[in-house]
């Protein structure tokens, strides 16, 4: 499976705010995460970067 | 393995722009995609959308 779990970066520390990402919308200063379940959580903020290797998505809030 | 193809999406369609994408980097209206080898490629442009579980990454050009 390729899910990924997705991080705020704040402060220089990466806070866990989704498991199980299967996509990812980013739109307008936010981002909208959706997990396997098909739960949804939106973010204010920006993509940072994606490492598909290491399953994390990372976000910013600026 | 959990690589993606990065795909540009221009008038309605997907060109592909590189496989085997393990990480993306946006940054002042560039991406930074880097495959599995450590090659790199530069796109003009945004994330649209990722799709994990289809293995894709969505680039628009705006």
Known sequence: ???SSAFVLKNN???KVME???SVDPHEGKVYLTD???DQKIV???I???RLMDHKII???E
């Open 1 to 3: 499976m390729c899910e």
């Open 13 to 15: 520390e990466l806070y």
């Open 20 to 22: 199980n990402v299967v």
């Open 36 to 38: 396997l379940l098909g």
């Open 44 to 46: 204010d903020g920006v």
């Open 48 to 50: 940072k970067e994606i």
């Open 59 to 61: 976000l910013t809030e």
